[in-house]
Protein backbone atom coordinates (compact mmCIF):
# COMPACT_ATOMS: atom_id res chain seq x y z
CA UNK A 1 0.00 0.00 0.00
CA UNK A 2 1.56 3.38 -1.19
CA UNK A 3 -0.71 6.46 1.56
CA UNK A 4 -0.36 10.24 -0.33
CA UNK A 5 -1.10 13.05 1.55
CA UNK A 6 -1.01 16.50 -0.92
CA UNK A 7 -1.15 20.00 0.66
CA UNK A 8 -0.33 23.73 -0.48
CA UNK A 9 -3.58 24.02 -2.12
CA UNK A 10 -5.39 27.36 -1.86
CA UNK A 11 -6.90 30.63 -2.94
CA UNK A 12 -4.29 33.02 -5.08
CA UNK A 13 -5.02 35.23 -7.25
CA UNK A 14 -4.35 35.40 -10.82
CA UNK A 15 -0.81 35.41 -12.07
CA UNK A 16 0.08 34.12 -9.00
CA UNK A 17 2.15 30.81 -7.89
CA UNK A 18 1.39 27.71 -5.25
CA UNK A 19 3.77 24.90 -4.48
CA UNK A 20 1.86 21.86 -3.84
CA UNK A 21 3.61 18.82 -2.10
CA UNK A 22 2.72 14.77 -2.06
CA UNK A 23 3.99 12.84 1.10
CA UNK A 24 4.20 9.16 0.53
CA UNK A 25 4.24 7.11 3.21
CA UNK A 26 6.82 4.39 1.66
CA UNK A 27 10.15 5.11 0.08
CA UNK A 28 9.44 6.75 -3.38
CA UNK A 29 12.93 5.71 -5.37
CA UNK A 30 11.36 2.32 -6.18
CA UNK A 31 8.06 4.06 -7.87
CA UNK A 32 8.63 4.31 -11.26
CA UNK A 33 6.21 7.11 -12.12
CA UNK A 34 4.76 9.50 -9.79
CA UNK A 35 2.31 12.62 -11.20
CA UNK A 36 -0.28 15.40 -10.66
CA UNK A 37 -3.62 15.46 -12.10
CA UNK A 38 -6.42 17.87 -11.96
CA UNK A 39 -10.30 17.62 -11.92
CA UNK A 40 -12.43 20.74 -12.57
CA UNK A 41 -15.99 20.76 -11.60
CA UNK A 42 -18.36 18.92 -14.87
CA UNK A 43 -15.04 17.80 -16.08
CA UNK A 44 -13.11 14.78 -16.19
CA UNK A 45 -9.76 14.45 -14.11
CA UNK A 46 -6.89 15.38 -16.59
CA UNK A 47 -2.74 14.52 -16.48
CA UNK A 48 -1.02 17.91 -15.06
CA UNK A 49 2.75 16.57 -14.84
CA UNK A 50 4.37 13.18 -14.29
CA UNK A 51 8.18 12.28 -13.15
CA UNK A 52 10.11 8.79 -13.68
CA UNK A 53 12.71 7.79 -10.98
CA UNK A 54 15.09 8.90 -13.39
CA UNK A 55 13.67 12.50 -13.47
CA UNK A 56 12.24 12.21 -16.84
CA UNK A 57 9.12 14.66 -17.10
CA UNK A 58 5.87 15.04 -19.26
CA UNK A 59 3.74 17.81 -18.45
CA UNK A 60 0.43 18.78 -20.10
CA UNK A 61 0.54 21.70 -22.77
CA UNK A 62 -1.90 23.78 -21.21
CA UNK A 63 0.68 24.13 -18.18
CA UNK A 64 4.40 23.97 -20.36
CA UNK A 65 6.22 26.73 -19.29
CA UNK A 66 4.69 27.77 -15.93
CA UNK A 67 4.46 24.56 -14.21
CA UNK A 68 7.18 22.30 -12.80
CA UNK A 69 7.27 18.84 -11.57
CA UNK A 70 10.26 17.60 -9.03
CA UNK A 71 10.73 15.16 -6.36
CA UNK A 72 12.88 14.45 -3.43
CA UNK A 73 13.49 10.63 -3.47
CA UNK A 74 15.45 11.24 0.35
CA UNK A 75 11.93 12.78 1.89
CA UNK A 76 9.23 10.55 -0.24
CA UNK A 77 8.11 13.75 -1.77
CA UNK A 78 7.21 15.20 -5.00
CA UNK A 79 6.25 18.53 -5.54
CA UNK A 80 4.72 20.95 -8.14
CA UNK A 81 5.58 24.39 -8.36
CA UNK A 82 2.98 26.47 -10.20
CA UNK A 83 3.55 29.95 -11.49
CA UNK A 84 1.44 32.32 -13.66
CA UNK A 85 -1.57 30.49 -12.32
CA UNK A 86 -5.06 31.59 -14.32
CA UNK A 87 -8.80 31.24 -13.52
CA UNK A 88 -8.76 28.10 -16.02
CA UNK A 89 -6.25 26.30 -13.53
CA UNK A 90 -8.87 25.70 -10.81
CA UNK A 91 -9.60 22.35 -9.91
CA UNK A 92 -9.02 19.67 -7.09
CA UNK A 93 -5.11 18.43 -7.56
CA UNK A 94 -4.56 14.87 -6.74
CA UNK A 95 -1.14 13.52 -6.78
CA UNK A 96 -0.78 9.73 -8.27
CA UNK A 97 1.79 7.01 -7.58
CA UNK A 98 2.40 3.86 -9.96
CA UNK A 99 4.23 0.81 -8.53
CA UNK A 100 4.11 -2.71 -9.90
CA UNK A 101 1.21 -1.85 -12.08
CA UNK A 102 -1.04 -0.40 -9.58
CA UNK A 103 -1.91 3.40 -9.67
CA UNK A 104 -2.54 4.98 -5.82
CA UNK A 105 -3.98 7.96 -5.24
CA UNK A 106 -4.22 10.66 -2.87
CA UNK A 107 -7.29 12.44 -1.37
CA UNK A 108 -6.85 15.76 -3.23
CA UNK A 109 -5.85 19.60 -2.10
CA UNK A 110 -8.20 22.35 -3.89
CA UNK A 111 -6.46 25.20 -6.00
CA UNK A 112 -8.74 28.21 -6.61
CA UNK A 113 -7.46 30.58 -8.64
CA UNK A 114 -9.44 33.79 -8.63
CA UNK A 115 -9.51 38.22 -8.18
Known amino acids: QVQLVESGGGLVQPGGSLRLSCAAS????????MGWYRQAPGKQRELVAT???????NDADSVKGRFTISRDNAKNTVYLQMNSLKPEDTAVYYC?????????WGQGTQVTVSS
Open 26 to 33: VSIFRIYA
Open 51 to 57: ITTGGKT
Open 96 to 104: KADRDGIGY
